[in-house]
């Protein structure tokens, strides 16, 4: 009895343990969409207006997220934020999603994003008595509490869907060490390349690029050890041109952030108040899960970027996608047709039955008609001879 228990507890750790080599892992990065809203509002107007567009108040950890939005402000950049997050960050600032959710409860003053989650080390928050709701003032990692109910813009950042990869032919990335590169086994395709790039974490890091060449189909994956790395390889000045012999080298840079602006008035209307309304949750924010399997057909150009949508826009589109026409389902389908069965016997039978069918209505008909044909075969036979007699004596 204790090798059979022992055998199940060892069948059920297996099943764990293959589940978890199955799970993707949770530091594969999904393409965050970060918009820029030049219409100033306060602390909970901002929240409101990001939650309202399913996404949130911008969640500012390190540098990995400042150089993205710098990027996205830059020159090289297709955002068109065109330097106004620079121009507002050197006046009033913008808000991002730091405040302090228990003011006034215990003592406790920490600051904390809405998932619950405490401010990064990586980040400083200086404030005064009365100052709640974080602001970015500078393009340094330096959050300064203000007053919930100042008004100021703002960045609202929310996922939809995979990174995308952005070809550079005859470029390469510049990279602190060789470490970084990964290379793998020739003859992968293109897309066997990409997808391994996708799902890939080398020393902790993700890849964040690739080299493909299909003369030798040669893939070499870029997993730098940078926290600014999302960014790094989209700046040119961190790509070099490629001086070897393949002449259809190609560098495909991983990229997993873009940028909009909004500049339409909000229309939400929120009390206003020198405190934070929020409700510190421990639910995961779309966007933090892992993204899934990805077919790099679907990745190698910029994907559109949907217009924001409220919830309530979101919940009607998904019911109308979700409804069924009555005429086109399998129920309606199958009371309008007959099962087909081709075993000889329903085959035979089916055969017999219909035979037997048709014989019987034609049968039946001819039965009916059979008085009439009798009757008039006995007229042209018994009166023919009468004819011919009277035409003879004529």
Not at 214 to 224: H, N
């Amino acid at each position: 009895m204790d090798i059979v228990n022992t055998g199940y507890v060892v069948y059920l750790l297996g099943i764990y343990f293959l589940l978890l080599a199955l799970k993707p892992s949770s530091a594969i990065s999904m393409r965050k969409i970060y918009t820029l809203h030049a219409d100033a509002g306060t602390w909970n107007e901002a929240k409101q207006v990001c939650e309202t567009n399913l996404g949130r108040l911008l969640k500012l950890k390190g540098i990995k997220e400042l150089e993205e939005l710098l990027f996205l402000d830059s020159t090289e950049s297709e955002s068109g934020w065109n330097g106004r997050l620079n121009g507002f960050l050197s006046t009033n600032g913008v808000w991002t999603g730091l405040h302090q959710p228990y003011v006034g409860v215990g003592g406790n003053a920490s600051w904390e994003y809405d998932d619950c989650e405490p401010q990064s080390a990586d980040l400083s928050v200086s404030s005064t008595n009365g100052s709640h709701c974080g602001a970015l003032l500078g393009t340094s990692l330096a959050v300064t509490g203000v007053a919930c109910s100042s008004r100021r813009p703002f960045v609202c950042e929310r996922y939809i869907g995979d990174c995308w990869f952005q070809p550079y032919p005859k470029q390469m990335g510049m990279i602190q060490s060789a470490q970084d590169v990964q290379v793998l086994d020739p003859g992968l395709t293109l897309s066997d390349c990409a997808v391994t790039c996708r799902n890939t974490l080398h020393h902790g890091s993700e890849c964040w690029g690739f080299y493909y060449t299909r003369e030798t189909d040669s893939c070499f994956l870029l997993c730098p050890n940078m926290t600014a790395v999302s960014s790094r390889f989209e700046r040119a000045a961190h790509r070099i041109p490629y001086g070897g012999p393949e002449e259809d080298w190609v560098f495909y840079v991983r990229r997993c952030f873009e940028g909009t602006v909004d500049n339409n008035p909000s229309s939400v209307t929120v009390d206003s108040t020198a405190l934070p309304v929020t409700k510190c949750t421990t639910e995961v924010f779309n966007g933090n899960d892992t993204a899934g399997e990805v077919c790099f057909c679907t990745t190698q150009q910029r994907p559109v970027i949907p217009p924001s949508i409220t919830s309530e826009e979101a919940a009607a589109r998904y019911a109308e996608e979700l409804s069924l026409d009555a005429r086109n389902t399998s129920a309606n389908f199958r009371s309008k047709n007959s099962a087909v069965d081709n075993r000889p016997m329903a085959v035979g039978m089916g055969a017999t039955l219909g035979a037997g069918l048709l014989a019987f209505v034609f049968g039946a008909v001819f039965l009916m008609d059979l008085p009439v044909l009798y009757r008039t075969l006995k007229e042209r036979l018994c009166c023919k001879p009468k004819v011919r007699a009277r035409e003879s004596r004529a």
